[in-house]
Nanobody
Framework: QVQLVESGGGLVQPGESLRLSCAASGSIFSLYGMGWYRQAPGKQRELVAAITSRGSTNYADSVKGRFTISGVNAKNTVFLYLQMNSLKPEDTAVYYC?????????WGQGTQVTVSS
């Protein structure tokens, strides 16, 4: 049974930090190709950061220099992280972990991040 479980969201003030985690299990996932997306109310889901098939990283322009994606392959689980620094109100959204495998995109349930004073 494939499972992607996100955690680490919450309510923070502008300028603060959060670290999101995603645990992907139930199949042979690879860090390469995994990423974080977010969806704000009334907006489309957008890519925030991803690890490419070659192991490099891509970031949305709006988060470059503030967010860092990383991950680790464990025995039966792949862990994906998103370190978010200098958070802004416009970063408020539900954040989703994405893991493509075999032509199928797997998604977590999402974790809410709210940045407000």
């Amino acid at each position: 049974q494939v499972q992607l479980v996100e955690s680490g969201g919450g309510l923070v003030q502008p300028g603060e930090s959060l670290r999101l985690s995603c645990a992907a299990s139930g199949s042979i996932f690879s860090l390469y190709g995994m990423g974080w997306y977010r969806q704000a109310p009334g907006k489309q889901r957008e890519l925030v950061a991803a690890i490419t098939s070659r192991g490099s990283t891509n970031y949305a322009d709006s988060v470059k220099g503030r967010f860092t994606i990383s991950g680790v392959n464990a025995k039966n689980t792949v862990f994906l992280y998103l370190q978010m620094n200098s958070l802004k109100p416009e970063d408020t959204a539900v954040y989703y972990c994405n893991a493509p495998m075999g032509g199928v995109d797997y998604w977590g349930q999402g974790t809410q991040v709210t940045v407000s004073s």
